[in-house]
């Protein structure tokens, strides 16, 4: 089952094209985001948002970058990212809890967590494909929550595990209120979430990112360029995971809580309608897709109980009437 | 909870880094009113499990508000409920507290019946010093080792239901139990509290954990009647709850032994067909009263607002609201620290206590201490709602034990 | 001991039994339409609803029958006016779309019949256990365990010797050779995927039965089913039968040592599998991939 020759969304655009203009517009794109971002205490609150709901929304388009890197970039169908999101949100709170109460040492845990498990499992799975690999991937994320959820000692089971809190930030000049001014958080979590998108752009325009779009684009090809497509897939899945327990340990800091519900099927599914809605080919696609849905369920979710009713059209109209996803469209509008 | 909404579409280039999109759906600044009103915040699982619970004491709340209106508000302005969804998740829980706070500036929050969420919402309300009421969350912890002086609770802890259906249970069966229970921080309390009074009393008990989602109980069933106990405690909540009951009866078990727990709400009892409508439990509040002359009236009046039977969630979402109400009038004020120091040993009036003894937050641990009522649950004798016959009622005071065994320290901020 | 052992055997193979049900229809629409329906969970609430609804105008019996073949059009409605959309793209939109209606379809039971448990009243001659000794099986029991082997019966001799039956065999291993000798595989995926959702309305009218109805009653069955799926084989329906009942025999089994740990056994017995033998118990080599 390849599904590259099925696939409908327009050809690579974005940072992965070389051709000048296209990149003229993604360097214009992400001054514009990086300017927005820069500036959300600024805006957020005149368009009746809240400081919170913006770190947030970087933490969900965190995870649904680092999804993408593997969705969009890669090519394969991963539907159990909750799993490494909630690992590296254990992660964090279990250090912080039992270890030290230091903000990089716990998101060092909690990346270390999520990453590894995921390599590991990676290595089951690189020969599925398609709906399959979805499937198993699902699966396995359903075992950690259900490790989370019945191992109450450790975990503190169904009630989430609680009793942490993260804690400032020492320099060797000065110590920063990450722990008490949400502000200066949201500032936090902006630093790290650029210094992991650099990381990926980074990755993408190396050899390594050509290869998983090579492969993305034609399996069976790269296979006969003799490509290891298991060990570059494989590879893919374990940056991925990487990347998304980063912002599962974000998360954790983020709500000063774990728990089981972050690494529940429901969030995977939110996670890769994040990716899909901004559009997956484009790289910061995800970012836009996780600020539309988190603003939107916030948003929908205070003015009626039916909100998943709304959440389900959003994904029924995703998936029918806007599959290359936001940036997809407006992408394709502007290369014309 | 209507609001107007203005759609603010940026220049094209704004749209296509899309935050901008952030607009959409997005209430604008809402205008200053000539009255400012009190606006109090409600999160709760509107959605997911505990839904049922949820919207009673939605439900109930909100009639408070309409009544405390009508009679001219909170120090003189108008009450606003606004009521957010947690979906049974923790981080949806403790976002939806922080818009209510740092968006909507509400001046209190209330909730939430998953005492997870609401323990992490502690953590909100506390940081931002804003005045907290758990009306329905009861895991021992809130108003016990990790207390907050901004957080008062209406329900009962574990520790209190347990000890006040203990005796009756003893009493009425023997001492030999078997436990039932879910393997999560509400089950593990409730089934300590409830050992530790049995051992009191000379009892003797096996026990067996079940994920809190169960759904067949025949394996652990087999157990219990191996085990020939007295009586068989059915802690699970919720759906499991009433499939425990179920298959209890279904195995014709309930000839060999009694049946009892903590709780079985009035919300869970109606969902069980006739059979399963058995055992003794404790409600945590009542609406059939005869006794108590405001009881009377007070249903009559919520049936008439709601068509409904007023359950024990309706009681805690009206006292919530009336205790704001009370402690903002007694504070003159609504500033967290004030209104918390308000709170301590208010009593509440009759026609909110709507219970035969006094009910009271105590200040040592900001438990409300309210009466326990302890019964029989049977099928709808004269009305369908007529499902529970009181046989004792135990004073919260009594069932609680002094707050030194509660292992809360009140801090007060300086 | 032993009695408690073979207690527990028996009622992982009725647990099992619902989640042969529910494997089953999935594997169904997965071998043919390589579509994964995370909304199954929710059809087979809406299965268990509509029996709720009927019971009362035309018994439980005419309930058992109507409800399945309401829940079997309805599922032949999406087919047609969704989802067959998706077929051609990525399987990527095929999950999410069915994600989706699985949000709408709970909420809008939700919406119906209201976030209360409902209780569903069956016959009192099968409420009642068999006997003092087997007090722990009520012939409802027994009553679901046969209707599952009828369906499961059925299912398998309606794919060996009906038209469309063979059709669905054959174009779960060659679509394209079925196409071309003139089969209308739009069609074919229709009738598949309403097969597939007929089985889960029955799943969902025996499941109210025993446990009641509630918005959310299909959601714990949904992932064991993959499970099934998996630990049987995938494109093998035998295997689904078998991974089933594997899993259900595991869990039950598992109650009685830890009873905490009945849900994450399966979750493990697939990551054995999946080390062990990839390919599942009777899965061919290569379908998976």
Redesign the interface.
């Known amino acids: 089952m390849t599904s590259t020759t099925t696939d409908v969304a327009p050809p690579p655009t974005g940072s992965t094209t070389a051709s000048a203009a296209g990149s003229i517009q993604s360097w214009?794109?992400t001054a514009?985001?990086l300017v927005?971002?820069a500036t959300v205490p600024l805006w957020?609150?005149?368009?009746?948002?809240?400081?919170?709901?913006a770190s947030?929304?970087l933490i969900m388009g965190l995870a649904a970058m680092s999804f993408n890197l593997l969705l969009g970039f890669t090519g394969v169908m991963s539907f159990g990212h909750a799993a490494y999101f909630g690992l590296g949100a254990y992660g964090a709170g279990l250090t912080l809890k039992y270890l030290a109460p230091s903000t990089p040492l716990a998101i060092l845990d909690g990346v270390l967590l999520g990453g590894i498990a995921g390599t590991l499992f990676g290595l089951l799975i690189v020969k599925r494909r398609g709906v399959y690999f979805a499937m198993v991937t699902v699966a396995f994320a359903q075992l950690a929550f259900y490790i989370a959820?019945?191992w109450?000692s450790l975990t503190?089971?169904?009630?989430?595990l609680?009793?942490f809190?993260r804690a400032n930030l020492h320099l060797w000049f000065t110590t920063i209120d990450i722990a008490?001014n949400?502000t200066t958080f949201y500032y936090f979590v902006l630093a790290v979430f650029l210094l992991a998108v650099g990381l990926q752009a980074q990755l993408l325009a190396s050899p390594f990112g050509h290869t998983l779009v090579a492969i993305r684009e034609n399996e069976r090809r790269a296979r006969f360029l003799g490509i290891p497509i298991e060990r570059h897939i494989w590879l893919s899945f374990s940056v991925s995971c990487f990347f998304t327990a980063l912002a599962g340990a974000l998360?954790a800091l983020l709500?000063?809580?774990a728990?089981p519900?972050?690494l529940h099927y429901t969030l995977s599914g939110t996670i890769v309608i994040m990716a899909v809605m901004?559009g997956m080919r484009a790289f910061?696609g995800p970012?836009?897709?996780a600020?539309?849905f988190v603003?939107?369920q916030?948003?929908?979710?205070?003015?009626t109980?039916n909100?998943?009713s709304f959440v389900g059209i959003i994904f029924v109209a995703v998936v029918l009437f806007f599959p290359q996803g936001?940036?997809g469209v407006?992408q394709r509008r502007?290369g014309k | 909870?209507?609001?107007n909404h203005s759609y603010?579409w940026g220049r094209r280039?704004?749209?296509?880094?899309?935050?901008?999109?952030?607009?959409?759906?997005?209430?604008?600044?809402i205008s200053a009113r000539a009255e400012t009103p009190v606006r109090i915040g409600m999160v709760d699982p509107?959605?997911?499990?505990l839904?049922?619970l949820a919207?009673s004491e939605v439900e109930g709340a909100k009639y408070a508000v309409a009544r405390v209106n009508k009679k001219g508000g909170i120090l003189g302005r108008p009450v606003e409920l606004?009521v957010?969804?947690s979906?049974?998740?923790?981080?949806?829980g403790?976002?939806?507290t922080?818009?209510l706070i740092?968006?909507d500036k509400v001046d209190v929050i209330l909730g939430d019946v998953n005492?997870?969420i609401a323990?992490?919402m502690m953590?909100v309300t506390n940081?931002l010093k804003v005045f907290h009421i758990v009306p329905g969350g009861h895991?021992d912890p809130i108003t016990g080792t990790?207390c907050k002086w901004n957080v008062f609770r209406i329900c009962n802890t574990t520790a209190m239901d347990a000890s006040a259906v203990t005796g009756e249970l003893v009493k009425r069966f023997g001492k030999k139990f078997f436990f039932i229970t879910?393997?999560?921080?509400?089950g593990?309390t409730l089934q300590a509290n409830f050992i530790k009074k049995l051992k009191s009393l000379g009892g003797e008990y096996q026990a067996?954990?079940?994920?809190?989602?169960?759904?067949?109980f025949?394996?652990?069933?087999?157990?219990a009647?191996?085990y020939k106990p007295n009586v068989l405690l059915n802690n699970m909540g919720?759906?499991a709850q009433?499939?425990c009951m179920?298959q209890f009866t279904?195995?014709?078990?309930q000839k060999q032994m009694g049946l009892g727990g903590a709780l079985f709400e009035l919300?869970?009892v109606?969902?069980?067909?006739a059979?399963a409508q058995t055992g003794t439990w404790a409600m945590e509040w009542w609406w059939d009263q005869p006794k108590v002359p405001a009881v009377g009236a007070f249903v009559a009046d919520f049936k008439k607002a709601t068509g409904k039977t007023p359950t024990a969630r309706h009681w805690f979402g009206l006292v919530a609201i009336e205790t704001v109400r009370l402690a903002a009038e007694r504070a003159k004020s609504l500033a967290g620290p004030k209104m918390s120091m308000a709170m301590e040993g208010l009593e509440l009036p009759p026609e909110i206590s709507l219970s035969p003894n006094k009910a009271f937050y105590r200040a040592g641990d900001h438990e409300l201490m309210a009466d326990i009522f302890v019964g029989d649950v049977h099928p709808p004798k004269r009305s369908p709602d007529d499902v529970f016959t009181v046989t004792s009622v135990v004073t919260g005071e009594k069932a609680a034990g002094p707050v030194s065994e509660t292992g809360c320290k009140m801090v007060h901020p300086a | 001991m032993l009695q408690?052992i073979l207690?527990?055997v028996t009622?992982g193979l009725i647990?099992g039994a619902f989640y042969v049900l529910m494997a089953l229809g999935l594997s169904l629409i997965l071998n043919l339409s390589n579509v994964i329906n995370f909304a199954h969970g929710n059809f087979l609430a809406l299965g268990g609803y509509i029996a709720f609804v009927l019971t009362p105008i035309i018994g439980f019996w005419g309930a058992l029958i109507i409800a399945p073949f309401a829940t079997a059009m309805f599922g032949f409605a999406i087919e047609r006016l969704m989802i067959r959309r998706v077929y051609a793209r990525d399987p990527v939109y095929s999950l999410l779309l069915t994600f989706g209606f699985a949000y709408i379809l709970q909420?809008v039971c939700?919406f119906i019949w209201?976030?209360?448990?409902?209780?569903m009243?069956i016959p009192d001659s099968l409420?009642?256990?068999l006997s003092q000794t087997l007090?722990?099986i009520?012939w409802?029991r027994i009553f679901m365990v046969t209707i599952v082997c009828i369906a499961v019966a059925g299912l398998f001799a309606f794919l060996r010797f009906t038209r469309i039956g063979i059709r669905i065999r054959a174009g779960t291993l060659d679509l394209e050779t079925v196409s071309v000798l003139g089969v209308n595989v739009g069609m074919l995926r229709s009738m598949n995927f309403a097969v597939g959702s007929f089985l889960a309305g029955l799943a969902g009218v025996l499941a109210a039965g025993?446990?009641?109805l509630?918005p959310?009653m299909g959601d714990?069955l949904l992932m064991p089913s993959f499970i099934a799926i998996i630990v049987g084989g995938v494109g093998s329906l035998t295997g689904t039968l078998l991974g089933g009942l594997m899993i259900g025999v595991a869990s039950?089994l598992t109650?009685?040592f830890w009873?905490?740990a009945?849900?994450a056994v399966i979750y493990l017995i697939m990551l054995v599998v999946l080390v062990v033998r990839p390919r599942g118990l009777m899965g061919q080599e290569g379908l998976m991939t």
């Open positions: 214009m794109t514009v985001v927005l971002l957020v609150p005149l368009i009746g948002g809240y400081t919170a709901l947030r929304v959820y019945s109450d503190g089971g169904y009630d989430g609680r009793g809190a008490n949400g998360y709500n000063n809580f728990d519900m972050g901004g910061w970012l836009v897709g600020a539309l603003v939107l916030d948003s929908i979710s205070s003015l109980v909100w998943m936001l940036l407006l502007g | 909870m209507s609001r603010k280039e704004l749209l296509k880094s899309g935050v901008a999109l952030a607009a959409i759906g997005m209430p604008s600044i509107l959605t997911g499990i839904s049922a919207a606004l957010e969804d979906a049974n998740d923790v981080g949806t403790v976002q939806k922080r818009k740092q968006r005492s997870g323990y992490a953590g940081e895991t990790d879910p393997d999560y921080a509400y593990h067996e954990m079940l994920p809190i989602n169960t759904s067949d025949s394996a652990s069933l087999i157990k009647k191996a919720g759906l009433i499939n179920k279904q195995f014709g078990m919300e869970s109606r969902a069980v067909p059979e | 408690v207690f527990n009622n647990i909420d939700r209201g976030p209360n448990g409902l209780p009243t409420a009642a256990p007090f722990f009520t409802y025993q446990i009641g509630n959310n714990e039950a109650t009685i009873p905490s009945s849900e």
